[in-house]
């Protein structure tokens, strides 16, 4: 189930400290300020961010803080492989309960970030 049109932020290019002010007005103007739906969640279309930095990810926090604020919750589209495995990686989606939605198929999307051990015959067990 996709938000309404109104609750959809399209968020683009690097982005900034200076970016998540206005950032952040822009997800509690989709959730109550004028042509804002006022209910459900808003969705954060990050596909066009072009990097996976902790900048990102601060401005990914602080939009989820803003959007509890609102008594709402943000939604992640499209973020890029690397965005996913950074937020990942510093406990954002657990911590924040995060969702994520990704498009397209999984065929079209690079496989996920993981370890892979092999284990050899001679190999002692910890």
């Not at 200076?18 to 459900?40: K, Q």
């Not at 969705?43 to 604020?69: F, K, M, Q």
Request: charged fraction near 20%.
């Amino acid at each position: 189930m996709t938000a309404p049109e109104e609750n959809l932020i399209r968020i683009e290019g690097p982005v900034r400290p200076g970016d998540i002010p206005g950032l952040c007005e822009r997800v509690a103007a989709a959730r109550h300020g004028p042509g804002g739906g006022g209910a459900g969640d808003v969705v954060c279309d990050v596909g066009a961010v072009t990097t996976a930095d902790l900048t990102t990810v601060d401005a990914i926090a602080r939009l989820h803080l803003a959007a509890r604020r609102a008594g709402s919750r943000i939604r992640l589209r499209n973020p890029t492989p690397g965005l996913l495995a950074l937020i990942g990686l510093v406990g954002l989606v657990e911590l924040c309960g995060l969702v994520v939605e990704m498009e397209g198929n999984s065929e079209q999307r690079e496989p996920p970030l993981g370890v892979q051990e092999a284990v050899e015959a001679g190999d002692t067990a910890l």
